[in-house]
T-cell receptor, first 112, second 112 residues
Framework: EADIYQTPRYLVIGTGKKITLECSQT?????MYWYQQDPGMELHLIHY???????EKGDLSSESTVSRIRTEHFPLTLESARPSHTSQYLC???????????FGDGTRLSIL | AQSVAQPEDQVNVAEGNPLTVKCTYS??????LFWYVQYPNRGLQFLLK??????LVKGSYGFEAEFNKSQTSFHLKKPSALVSDSALYFC??????????FGTGTQLKVEL
């Protein structure tokens, strides 16, 4: 099993709250990714990072932001949660090109 | 743009029978193709990848995939299905920066 951890696993919270989803990996991977996935549906890349102080937006527009201050940590923040943000968020990491991405178990977010 | 298509939303197979989950790809240049599996409430697990070389790729848990350039396909196969193989399967192709584009997923149901 890959060592990539996401917390919390489940979060139910009210509209307007600030939320931070945590993602940490202990493999020393340079590349990290955030995906959004509605249950049983395809994944959409929302953010990625090639290393410390490197962050880029993905293919799917998202109101969230990310930071990469340390190699092992790639948190995702929603400044003001809305019901449209309800989804599952998956974090992944990898070595260089053509190497498989390793996924965490996700955070299932529900905004009331 | 890179893309993959999974034409079947669901595949049903009896335990012990061979299974095939279909994937076709559309890429510019050489294709880099992956298969992942997702169990309920879990992240994605890497099964196998095709980068170059033999058209038959062997992966985890007895799965294999056949790369067919003329048909632009990368079908996932297993000679004898198990009930425990029931899960959601994703085909993916790699773009720049090791970013993955996923298919819409195929739900595999293996019945006794």
């Amino acid at each position: 099993e890959a060592d990539i951890y996401q917390t919390p696993r489940y979060l139910v919270i009210g509209t307007g709250k600030k939320i931070t989803l945590e993602c940490s990996q202990t493999m020393g991977h340079d590349k990290m990714y955030w995906y959004q996935q509605d249950p049983g549906m395809e994944l959409h890349l929302i953010h990625y990072s090639y290393g410390v102080n490197s962050t880029e937006k993905g293919d799917l527009s998202s109101e969230s932001t990310v930071s990469r201050i340390r190699t092992e940590h790639f948190p995702l923040t929603l400044e003001s949660a809305r019901p449209s943000h309800t989804s599952q968020y998956l974090c992944a990491s990898s070595w260089g090109d053509n190497q498989p991405q390793h996924f965490g178990d996700g955070t299932r977010l529900s905004i009331l | 743009a890179q893309s993959v298509a999974q034409p079947e939303d669901q595949v049903n197979v009896a335990e012990g029978n061979p299974l095939t989950v279909k994937c076709t790809y559309s890429v510019s240049g050489n294709p880099y193709l992956f298969w992942y599996v997702q169990y309920p409430n879990r992240g994605l697990q890497f099964l196998l990848k095709y980068i170059t070389g033999d058209n038959l790729v062997k992966g985890s848990y007895g799965f294999e995939a056949e790369f067919n350039k003329s048909q632009t396909s990368f079908h996932l196969k297993k000679p004898s299905a198990l009930v425990s193989d029931s899960a959601l399967y994703f085909c993916a192709t790699r773009g720049g920066g090791n970013k993955l584009t996923f298919g819409t997923g195929t739900q595999l149901k293996v019945e006794l």
